[in-house]
């Protein structure tokens, strides 16, 4: 029991350090200063644009996933588009802003009197894939822009969150949601440390 103790401990620390050195946050412009003593933040999630694996538009992934699953049985594909879109609110928006808010100390969410506006627009998604004997990790590239919510053309700075990953411990994550919910997730830890780390 002992040996599996460790074992499980080992692979842990492995999987976090694999996360952290698989993803790049880098300050594009401006200065994360001015969320210095900040208790909250409001958050805004944007997807206009984005690319899904090797299709140049989401459309076109939703599209063709949907008439796959649809012919292998009645009206399956359809419930899968309403999970790709329904999956924002219910899993990659809370697990972002629950990150985001344990590692930076600033609470993140639906908070239209904060003072700066913090809007996550998804350029790319790699869904992932798990069919049991193999397995591919979701991944997701951001674009952060800080702006004062009274004035959204005032930025206070630009951030890119590359590759952040989505994937579970045990590897069972057969779900695409699950699996881009934890990319979701990944991106917010690492975000709020470097917010914390950097605004001072």
């Known amino acids: 029991m002992k040996n599996f103790i ?18 790049r946050i880098k300050l594009e412009s401006g200065d994360i200063s001015a969320l210095a003593g900040e208790k909250e933040i409001n958050t805004e999630f ?38 790709w ?11 972002f802003n629950e990150l985001f808010g344990r590692e930076s100390g600033i609470a993140s969410g639906s908070a239209p009197a904060a003072k700066y506006t913090m809007i996550v627009k998804t350029v790319s998604t790699e869904p992932g ?46 779900d695409t949601g699950l699996r881009i919910g934890e990319a979701y997730a990944d991106a917010g830890k690492a975000l709020g440390a470097y917010v914390k780390k950097n605004a001072k």
């Open 85 to 95: 879109v329904a999956d924002r609110e219910s899993r990659f928006h809370p697990k």
């Open 46 to 83: 944007v997807y206009d644009g984005m690319s899904v694996g090797k299709f140049k538009t989401e459309a076109e992934y939703v599209a063709k996933k949907t008439e796959e699953y649809n012919k292998k049985e009645s009206g399956r594909g359809d419930n899968w588009a309403k999970s």
């Open 129 to 174: 894939y798990n069919i049991g004997i193999t397995r591919g990790n979701a991944n997701i590239y951001l674009e952060v822009t800080i702006v004062e919510t009274a004035n959204r053309s005032k930025e206070v700075a630009r951030i890119k969150v590359d590759k952040a990953l989505g994937r579970t411990f045990g590897g069972f994550d057969f």
């Open 6 to 23: 460790s074992l499980s401990l080992v692979i842990a620390i492995t999987i976090s350090s694999l996360t952290a050195s698989a993803q």
